[in-house]
T-cell receptor, first 112, second 110 residues
Framework: DAGITQSPRHKVTETGTPVTLRCHQT?????MYWYRQDPGHGLRLIHY???????DKGEVSDGYSVSRSKTEDFLLTLESATSSQTSVYFC???????????FGEGSRLTVL | GQNIDQPTEMTATEGAIVQINCTYQ??????LFWYQQHAGEAPTFLSY????GLEEKGRFSSFLSRSKGYSYLLLKELQMKDSASYLC???????????FGTGTRLLVSP
């Protein structure tokens, strides 16, 4: 199994508070992704990274920012959480563009 | 833009065969993935098709027709553990990301 871990796995927070989710990989893969998964919408891409300090927006990037200062870590930040950001967040990694994705176990975020 | 369609839910009986369809509309199509996701777990890779035809892998097979924008996942000799969601995802040339359909939830009954 690909070495990819997400933290925290579960978080409950209040509207307006900042939240950071961390994705850590031990595979040295270049590409890293953050998806959110909601009923009726499937997996939707938030942001992705194609190298250290190289990131780009996905289809649902509003309200989210990311940073990648090291190959192994990809951080997703909600500057001011809203209830619409209650979701399950998955990090994924791949060796090459358009390649097979390996997913982390997911982080369940509830914004009250 | 891209559009990916899959049935929302399907039911089948243990030991049977089931076909899950996926149709897509996208520019610059590169390839199509199928992932399996059990409830409460992360998606895991099943198959990848880039050329037309059938790719067989044990009890699972995946088919692609690029000209028709169509793929299917065929599951044979269904087992209870096959109850899961099956996600179709497409990639485009020049892009570095997958776009997923909403998934098909398969329920296998005894």
């Amino acid at each position: 199994d690909a070495g990819i871990t997400q933290s925290p796995r579960h978080k409950v927070t209040e509207t307006g508070t900042p939240v950071t989710l961390r994705c850590h990989q031990t595979e040295n893969h270049r590409y890293m992704y953050w998806y959110r998964q909601d009923p009726g919408h499937g997996l939707r891409l938030i942001h992705y990274s194609y190298g250290v300090k190289d990131t780009d927006k996905g289809e649902v990037s509003d309200g989210y920012s990311v940073s990648r200062s090291k190959t192994e870590d990809f951080l997703l930040t909600l500057e001011s959480a809203t209830s619409s950001q209650t979701s399950v967040y998955f990090c994924a990694i791949s060796e090459r563009p358009n390649g097979e994705l390996f997913f982390g176990e997911g982080s369940r975020l509830t914004v009250l | 833009g891209q559009n990916i369609d899959q049935p929302t839910e399907m039911t089948a009986t243990e030991g049977a065969i089931v076909q899950i369809n996926c149709t897509y509309q996208t520019s610059g199509f590169n390839g199509l993935f199928w992932y399996q996701q059990h409830a409460g777990e992360a998606p895991t890779f099943l198959s990848y098709n880039v050329l037309d035809g059938l790719e067989e892998k044990g009890r699972f097979s995946s088919f692609l027709s690029r000209s028709k924008g169509y793929s299917y996942l065929l599951l044979k000799e269904l087992q209870m553990k096959d109850s899961a969601s099956y996600l179709c995802a497409v990639t485009n040339t020049g892009f570095q990301k997958l776009v997923f359909g909403t998934g098909t939830r398969l329920l296998v009954s005894p």
